[in-house]
């Protein structure tokens, strides 16, 4: 599928991009994942191609008219969540310069690479876990841990592309004694199987 051949667990860090996401997957809960991508283009026109600048200025009547668009999933929770978590989003922009950088600063920068078995990836891990407490701190809402770890893949700061995957990425060797060091290949990213059957 495209999605998964050229979005799904790359490496985001444009903020308007990541806002989407987690937009998308909180709208997600419950639902499948292709209804969702199959909705995508109608959630940039409706929700202000995902700035959250704009999304956080939504007002009662804005929402109402939400509630009332068949190309969105029209849920009141939802809706209201997203306003809340451009609020949200915008305030820890204030605090970090970008929310990419707040983001990123829970794995260190870098990618978690997993390569798991199709059958053994996980829904959530101690990082999403972290992460999904200290955004509930912080007012945003659909941020549940096992909402949090699907946009880590989604994002690429986790790569949970599953072994047997073709952007699966290499296992990392150790140099050996008599080679100079070598540097592990570039971050993959990496998709769960069955990923979009939830």
């Not at 969540?81 to 983001?103: I, K, P």
């Amino acid at each position: 599928m495209r999605y998964h051949d050229e979005e799904w667990g790359r490496p985001v860090h444009n903020d308007r991009r990541l806002f989407e996401m987690l937009t998308l997957e909180g709208a997600q809960a419950g639902l499948s994942w292709a209804t969702i991508l199959r909705k995508r283009a109608d959630y940039r026109r409706a929700f202000a191609n995902f700035d959250p600048r704009k999304v956080a200025g939504f007002d009662a009547r804005r929402r109402a008219r939400l509630l009332r668009d068949r190309g969105i999933v029209r849920n009141r929770a939802k809706i209201a969540a997203t306003v809340d978590n451009a609020r949200a989003f915008l305030a820890v922009q204030r605090e970090f310069g970008s929310f990419d950088r707040y983001l990123w600063s829970f794995a260190g920068g870098r990618p978690r690479v997993n390569r798991p078995l199709p059958a053994a990836v996980a829904a959530r891990t101690p990082l999403s876990d972290a992460l999904s407490r200290d955004l509930r701190r912080r007012g945003f809402r659909f941020a549940g841990t096992t909402i949090v770890y699907a946009f880590l893949q989604a994002v690429g700061v986790v790569n949970d592309h599953a072994r047997g995957c073709f952007l699966c990425p290499p296992h990392a060797r150790r140099p050996s004694r008599r080679a100079a060091p070598r540097r592990a290949g570039g971050a993959a990213v990496a998709f769960r199987g069955g990923r979009l059957l939830r």
